[in-house]
């Protein structure tokens, strides 16, 4: 995939340790691009790191709380410092707790909403502080279909995602009532093989997995790089079953209430008991000094696809449309011809 110009430029990713995060970086790094990586755990950072230089990229670790406002400020700065003018700002960063709302502490549904939706907020007001003034760049938000659908045993991270929605609309009107050449979008995901299902916080008696069909985290990465590219459209969607679901949302809500409600609680957990000694990355890196470099990838490789028509469709809307447009007039010379 080509970039816009020749000249590599500043990405930063938050939540780069892992998961989409980590594959994302390294799609930017395969096309030369210098990568600020943004994360708690110094274990996956330094895997993240490791990464990029392979690819003979430029990079740089920031060991940081997304959910400290000041702190992100702080490393804004300094990646500004080390490696030069932020050029795109992705916010991938996140926390949740898999369990009924009503088994969910107080102080973990907030700490989920610190780091899932403020960090969001923080990521982008530190890239804005230096955007605005330049009248450039690029802010890509990583959502997911639970951005608009809510599911059981996830009220925490639904809350948080709808919540970075509105506030991606709210931002995005603001931009363009001003005229500014700032973008942002947003990348709504389907569920997708990261190792957030081995240590995210899980009150589940079974093993958490995401909900079938799964798809590779570098689909989602080549998606999140493709919106740096192109970031006019105020969302892309990825996956099969992301377009299906909220197409369902949008005119049946109520009946897909009932269907979640008999078919989520299952879904969302394997057959095997959760492991006792599985880490909870709640309130600390499980990939810390004292835990191990997860990488880009979960558990579930073996039930994953790694491609999905549907992503190259929505990236085509022109070509498709063009191509439908040339079938229909073939189809009316055709006609035509036969009328006469």
Not at 6 to 26: F, L
Not at 314 to 337: K, P, V
Request: charged residues 20%.
């Amino acid at each position: 995939m080509s970039k816009p110009s020749d000249r590599p430029r500043v990405v930063v990713i938050t939540g780069a340790s892992g998961g989409i995060g980590r594959a994302t970086a390294q799609q930017f790094a395969a096309r030369g691009d210098t990568v600020a990586l943004l994360a708690r755990g110094t274990r996956g950072l330094d895997g993240a790191r490791r990464d990029v230089e392979g690819l003979g990229a430029v990079a740089a670790t920031y060991v940081v709380d997304t959910a400290d406002a000041a702190a992100v400020d702080k490393v804004a700065d300094r990646i500004e410092e080390d490696l030069g003018a932020i050029d795109v700002w992705v916010n991938v960063a996140f926390t949740s707790v898999f369990a009924r709302f009503v088994d969910i502490e107080p102080e973990e549904f907030e700490r989920v909403t610190q780091v899932t939706y403020l960090g969001f907020v923080n990521g982008t007001r530190s890239a804005l502080r230096r955007m605005l003034p330049r009248d450039r760049g690029t802010i890509v938000q990583v959502g997911s279909t639970l951005a608009y659908r809510g599911i059981p045993l996830q009220s925490a991270y639904c809350g948080a995602k709808h919540a970075t929605q509105g506030f991606h609309e709210s931002l995005r009107t603001e931009l363009l009532h001003e005229g500014s050449q700032v973008r942002v979008t947003m990348v709504q995901m389907p569920a997708v093989n990261t190792p957030q299902f081995s240590w995210v916080l899980s009150k589940l008696p079974r093993q958490a997995q995401p909900v079938p069909p799964i798809y590779q985290p570098e689909v989602a990465a080549r998606a999140v790089v493709y919106a740096a590219d192109h970031p006019r459209r105020r969302e892309y969607w990825v996956g099969e079953t992301t377009t299906a679901t909220l197409l369902v949302n949008a005119v049946a809500p109520g009946l897909l209430d009932r269907y979640l409600a008999r078919t989520g609680f299952k879904a969302q957990q394997t057959d095997q008991p959760k492991p006792a000694d599985q880490p909870a990355n709640l309130w600390d890196p499980a990939d810390g000094d004292d835990g191990h470099d997860f990488g880009a990838h979960g558990r579930f490789d073996d039930r994953s696809h790694g491609h999905s028509p549907q992503v190259w469709a929505s990236q085509h809307h022109g070509l498709l449309a063009g191509a439908g447009l040339g079938l229909l007039a073939g189809a009316a010379a055709l006609t035509r011809r036969r009328h006469r």
